[in-house]
């Protein structure tokens, strides 16, 4: 039985012909083939797109985030998204939405139990362990092995791109908005993690938000910014080293740092992230 690939607006990655589903593979009209994985998602990543062998975040570290996610540690992030999302595309019945580095897509999968049915969802990230797990997750989403560099999608076919913590180029994304499109951005504030931040950095720096200054000067309006602040329950040893393999923490901090989170059998953290929705016209 073939995996029925939803996204209609899903372009060739090598010559941005339209892809359209054959049994169990994508195809061009140059030819060129993509099939859909047996888990029901498909890699438009180009080999030459890779950076590494093995891109993106590895299977540890989607395993550590599915465990600390499905924990529901972050449920208010996911309910502050899906109530910044919802009202935007309330006039449409089938609005076209791609969350850049969806990771093991549990933003995306809860946005989309959030919505009406109808909706054209796509979770894209680089890493192919990702991108499996999001496949297990939800299987009415489009799951995609991509590059946020360049979107597999058609020209001004999206209503929404969300990235969830992730890397973007809102110049870019220009690209793949329809006019009045949005850009639904989620970033770590000064006070995300400071606790654990505090106990494996010998110095803290509470970095401000990328500026989008001149996104503003190119076309964006910023029509919405929101903070969320909060104190998920207490970690359990557990789920600190989920955290830590989960962020780039584990690989940045010193040694005496590790251990010391290592020592910990609890761990009382804050949330802190800024939400900024820019709409394109």
Same mark, same amino acid.
């Given at each position: ?132 797990? &999001?496949?297990?997750?939800? %299987? @009415? *989403? /489009? ?7 360049? $979107?597999?999608? +058609? ?77 998920? &329950?207490?970690?359990?040893? %557990? @789920? *600190? /080293? ?7 923490? $584990?690989?940045? +901090? ?28």
């Amino acid at each position: 039985m073939a995996h029925q690939i939803t996204a209609q607006n899903l372009i060739c990655p090598l010559d941005q012909q339209p892809l359209i589903q054959q049994d169990n593979s994508l195809r061009c009209n140059s030819g060129h083939s993509f099939d859909i994985a047996r888990q029901g998602y498909v890699n438009l990543l180009p080999v030459q797109k890779k950076r590494s062998k093995d891109p993106g975040d590895s299977k540890e570290m989607i395993i550590a985030r599915q465990n600390f996610l499905n924990a529901g540690l972050y449920h208010p992030i996911s309910e502050q998204l899906n109530q910044l999302v919802s009202p935007l595309i309330a006039e449409e019945s089938a609005a076209s939405i791609l969350d850049a580095g969806c990771g093991e897509g549990y933003y995306l999968d809860q946005l989309a139990s959030s919505l009406s049915e109808g909706h054209n969802l796509i979770g894209l990230d680089i890493s192919k362990w990702a991108v499996q797990a &999001a496949a297990r997750r939800n %299987k @009415q *989403i /489009t799951w995609i092995v991509g590059t946020n560099v360049q $979107l597999p999608v +058609a020209p001004n076919s999206l209503d929404m791109l969300i990235c969830m913590f992730g890397f973007y180029d809102l110049e870019k994304f220009t690209q793949w908005l329809k006019p009045g499109g949005y850009v639904v951005l989620a970033e770590a504030g000064k006070e995300h993690l400071i606790e654990l931040r505090e106990l494996i950095y010998p110095e803290v720096r509470r970095t401000p938000l990328p500026d989008i200054s001149q996104a503003l000067e190119n076309g964006y309006q910023l029509a919405e910014e929101k903070s969320l602040q909060f104190k998920p &329950a207490t970690l359990n040893k %557990k @789920q *600190i /080293t989920d955290l830590m393999v989960m962020t780039p923490h $584990l690989y940045r +901090a010193s040694y005496a740092g590790k251990q010391a989170a290592e020592a910990l059998t609890e761990l009382d953290i804050t949330a802190d992230v800024v939400f900024r929705v820019l709409q394109y016209n």
